[in-house]
């Protein structure tokens, strides 16, 4: 967290929620920037990934998310805050509040009023956030980190190898094992105390 809140810090405050999407609920960056008012649920408090942005013919356009799959996702209480934050203060793309892909309820946009471009968000914002962070340039910390700071935090935290697989939009938890089995806790200790209360004289 003490580099991510710089980074996020640094970004303009039209696009300061699209990093904590991220890190707080694992979006893909494409999936972060097709977020729009409608796939908020502040009540059940859930992100509903329904659309990514993603460049067709160098057109930032609205499609399904990677592999077409969406889902739902745990929106923390200081995620739903930025989200209310920024909607009280920024409009968002006009049209129809379809649960299809589509422009209408963006919540991020440039100022020509259309749906952010990863080609220009990663050089003008992106990363001069990051050099104001003090956080060398380097693929490593490319916005896709997040994601893996996201996943981490639930593992460390408890969340089963299953939900994070369904959090993250993976098509198999097997996957998912193999990629952050190496940050999941040590269990030793758990295995010990499952015993510690069972006696055999």
Known sequence: MEQIRPVVAHHPDAFRATPLLGAMCGLRQGDSFGL???DIDFEKQEIHDRQQIKLIDMRPTPA??????????????????VLRTHLD???V???????????????????????????YY???????????AGLPVIRS?????????????????????????E?????????TLRVYTH????SDQKARDSFSNLAFE
């Open 36 to 38: 729009r008012v409608q």
């Open 64 to 81: 399904l998310p990677k592999m077409r799959k969406t889902r739902a996702v745990p929106m923390p209480d200081g995620l739903a805050h």
């Open 89 to 91: 203060a920024f409009e």
């Open 93 to 119: 793309l006009p049209g129809e509040h379809t649960l299809s892909p589509g422009e209408g309820g963006l919540l991020f946009s440039f100022r020509e009023r259309k749906p952010l471009n990863k080609n």
């Open 122 to 132: 990663s050089p003008t914002i992106w990363r001069p956030a990051l050099m104001a």
């Open 141 to 165: 910390n490319g916005s896709h980190a997040l994601r893996h700071f996201c996943a981490s935090r639930w593992l460390d935290y408890g969340v089963s190898i299953r939900a994070v697989s």
């Open 167 to 175: 959090y993250l939009g993976h098509a198999d938890p097997g996957f």
């Open 183 to 186: 940050m999941m806790p040590k």
